[in-house]
């Protein structure tokens, strides 16, 4: 089992920058593919960013390319998401997901999520 804790959520003004950060624990992580995805309020959750396990791939999706970097420092079991150039339509709840294998876009495919943490960007 992996336990997944995200942190580093907060208000915003549109164009400026956060970091979030994800803690993974319990069984090692290392290999298994991690992922950034998000939910706004009445809406979908959808996938924002991933990282394979391996190579260390990433995964954006459309709206997030050029803006969102993924990285992962597997020493410490950290997944982070650098979000610049913040708009309003990225306000939501950011969850991080973990699954043994390698990546998926869907979030039904991914095993372990953490509670989410939420980042709101004022306009």
């Known amino acids: 089992q992996v336990q997944l804790v995200e942190s580093g959520g907060g208000l915003v003004q549109a164009g400026g920058s956060l970091s979030l950060s994800c803690a993974a624990s319990g069984r090692s992580s290392s290999s298994y593919s991690m992922a950034w995805f998000r939910q706004a309020p009445g809406k979908e959750r959808e996938f924002a960013a991933a990282?394979?396990?391996?190579?260390?791939?990433?995964y954006y999706a459309d709206p997030v390319k050029g803006r969102f970097t993924i990285s992962r420092d597997n020493a410490k079991n950290m997944v982070y998401l650098r979000i610049n150039s913040l708009k309003p339509e990225d306000t939501g709840v950011y969850y991080c997901?973990?699954?043994?294998?390698?990546?998926?876009?869907?979030?039904?495919?991914?095993?372990?999520w953490g509670r989410g943490t939420q980042v709101t960007v004022s306009s």
């Open positions: 990282i394979s396990g391996t190579t260390s791939n990433t």
């Open positions: 997901a973990a699954r043994n294998g390698g990546f998926r876009r869907r979030y039904d495919e991914y095993e372990h």
